[in-house]
């Protein structure tokens, strides 16, 4: 009996290395995580109040972008730029939405295009495109994040 305590004493006090791990350290977790991570996607899309309602995730999205886009046209379609630029039709903007919810918008041009003055054309869409509604950025993992994205606006709907 003595030797069945001792033995079962000196195994307790041996098998208490068996249970030990490393455990990682901070830097290494935090080093893991980020590369688990997939930042090319977001959880959610930006979003306007009036797609919110939506639950299906892929319309809510189709919603946001064709409300963006057509606030975008009706905005313009007030102004002379199809009337300043007839063979301008369609432009692309670049849409950038930054997590305080601000807004920065910029056409974009083939880059061997002189046909249009793109610093007139910048100038109206900006003085344009002001007193939009609030859009909620787009989340990553609970956290508002930057997205951009390019939009196609009709600039002549006839």
């Known amino acids: 009996m003595k030797k069945a305590i001792a033995f079962l004493l000196l195994y307790s006090s041996f098998s208490c290395s068996y249970f030990e791990k490393k455990v990682p350290s901070e830097k290494e977790l935090l080093e893991q995580q980020m590369k688990e ?6 959880d959610e899309y ?54 305080d919810s601000a807004l ?15 610093i007139k054309i910048d100038s109206i869409l900006h003085s344009r495109l002001v007193d939009l ?15 951009q994205f390019i939009l196609p606006v009709i600039l002549k709907m006839e």
Do not use: M
């Not at 991570?37 to 977001?42: F, G, L, P, R, V």
């Not at 039709?89 to 997590?99: A, G, Q």
């Not at 083939?110 to 793109?118: C, F, I, L, S």
């Open 37 to 42: 991570i997939n930042w090319k996607e977001i």
């Open 46 to 99: 930006p979003t306007v109040i009036e797609c919110e309602k939506i639950s299906n995730e892929e319309e809510r999205k189709q919603c946001f972008f064709e409300f963006l886009t057509e606030t975008i046209q009706q905005k313009l379609a007030v102004d002379s730029l199809a009337n300043l630029f007839h063979e301008l039709d369609t432009i692309e903007v670049k849409v950038t939405i930054f997590p």
């Open 104 to 118: 920065k918008f910029e056409p974009q041009f083939p880059k061997d295009t002189v046909a249009y003055d793109t």
């Open 133 to 147: 509604p609030k859009i909620k950025p787009a989340i990553k993992r609970g956290i508002p994040v930057k997205t």
